[in-house]
């Protein structure tokens, strides 16, 4: 665009010469027309000048474009390059760790110049064991070759297998010895075992019969009783006799039933006085009367020992460490204790629901004295007739109609289905 606007300047002059060349006024000689001749000469060198230096632009931009091209191909290689960087800087950075890893490790360095060191130290001690044993072989060679040192060497064979064969012969001797005093001390052991229970047994006898009369089934028991049956106890401490059955059997014996079922023949549907004084057979099923409880319960610390027998023949059981019954005036509140263990699982004292149905510290309710804490009257539900205690209502229900729909949540959840039942006993023990 430059050199444009000076070729533009000069040309009007130029223009300007020949135009008085053409009017007539020339004159070779003449000042003017020396000085536009000087001034054409001087155009013409301005225009090689221009046009020299229009080359050197045009050269240069070409020049300067070629640079462009290589720093735009430089740039993106430049790119591809830190991409490819970028891609192995996880890879570099794991050798980086690895290298600086090595480098402070020490120790691998240390042992493995230390098991060199072993190495060097090993091959050299084998290469003496391995010269003595050649040397040992020679002397052997050299021994066995004297018939005299042959002969003492099974002289001295013969003595030791003979010292042997004595010292085996003693050793056992001893040994017999040893298991007869063995067995003798286990004789005169047992004996004394023996000796010490029958003295127990004697003054548990005579510690019971210094007593009253047999209280529960746990008197009868100590008194050697170990067959399980029905068996007559005094509980009030006087003449009136109530009939049980004893489980002489389960975890040492001594169980009192204060209630059993093993059909439908005795209803459990019965009134509160029913339920205070006892019904039934023990033979069949029973229940043993809430006075009995309060009685066997209120000397002593007892445990509760449920036990539910299922179609199958399969027992189950849950062993609860207190359990006590108030009297009549406290409405025969229940009073249960743990641990709880067993194989039927806690429905009675930690359900995990206790404002439904935790059963510690519940009164007793019968289908015709309502003690729960329901609005209803848990015990005379859609006629599922039965006392226990109640709270809203229950997870445990042992007395109710058997065998039958309306027998809701005999043990829940272990028997989902009250017709798996064939039995169940409720078991007390004073400790």
Request: charged share 25%; glycine share 6%.
């Amino acid at each position: 665009m430059m050199f444009s606007i000076l070729l533009l300047i000069f040309v009007p002059k130029s223009e300007a010469k020949t135009g008085s060349l053409l009017t007539g006024t020339y004159d070779p000689n003449s000042t003017a027309l020396i000085n536009e001749r000087r001034d054409i000469q001087e155009i013409d060198v301005l225009r090689q000048i221009i046009n020299q230096e229009t080359l050197i632009c045009l050269a240069v931009v070409k020049d300067v474009k070629a640079v462009v091209d290589d720093v735009s191909s430089v740039k993106r290689s430049m790119e591809s390059t830190v991409t490819i960087v970028s891609s192995l800087q996880p890879a570099l950075n794991t050798l980086k760790r690895q290298v600086d890893f090595l480098i402070r490790d020490n120790t691998l360095a240390q042992n493995v110049k230390s098991l060199k060191s072993h190495v060097d130290i090993l091959l050299i001690q084998d290469k003496i064991s391995a010269q003595k044993i050649e040397n040992l072989e020679r002397r052997v060679d050299t021994l066995s070759k004297d018939n005299a040192l042959q002969q003492t060497v099974d002289t001295l064979k013969t003595r030791v297998n003979s010292l042997s064969r004595k010292q085996r012969r003693k050793n056992k001797k001893i040994v017999m010895i040893c298991e007869k005093t063995i067995q003798e001390t286990e004789q005169k052991f047992n004996r004394n075992i023996a000796e010490i229970y029958e003295l127990l047994k004697n003054r548990t006898l005579q510690i019971v019969k210094k007593g009253s009369k047999i209280t529960d089934c746990k008197d009868h028991y100590l008194q050697g009783q170990t067959q399980s049956g029905v068996y007559e106890i005094y509980p009030f401490h006087n003449e009136s006799q109530v009939s049980v059955y004893c489980d002489m059997e389960t975890e040492g014996g001594g169980w009192t039933a204060i209630q059993k079922r093993v059909s439908g023949s005795v209803s459990f549907n019965r009134t509160w006085a029913e339920y205070k004084n006892g019904f039934g057979t023990p033979n069949d099923s029973y229940w043993i009367g809430n006075d009995v409880i309060h009685q066997l319960t209120k000397r002593s610390n007892s445990s509760l020992y449920v036990s539910i027998t299922l179609q199958n023949g399969r027992p189950l059981y849950e062993f609860y460490l207190q359990f006590s019954v108030s009297d009549e005036k406290d409405n025969y509140k229940l009073f249960l204790g743990g641990p709880a263990t067993g194989t039927l699982g806690d429905s009675m004292l930690d359900t995990g629901y206790p404002n439904y149905s935790d059963l510690s510290g519940m009164s007793f309710s019968s289908p015709d004295k309502d003690n729960d804490r329901w609005s209803g009257n848990c015990a005379a539900f859609y006629g599922k007739g039965g006392g226990w205690w109640f709270n809203r209502c229950h997870g445990a229900f042992l007395n109710g109609p058997w065998s039958s729909a309306y027998w809701y949540r005999a043990w829940y959840p272990t028997i989902q289905r009250e017709s798996m039942v064939t039995e169940t006993m409720m078991l007390i023990r004073r400790h």
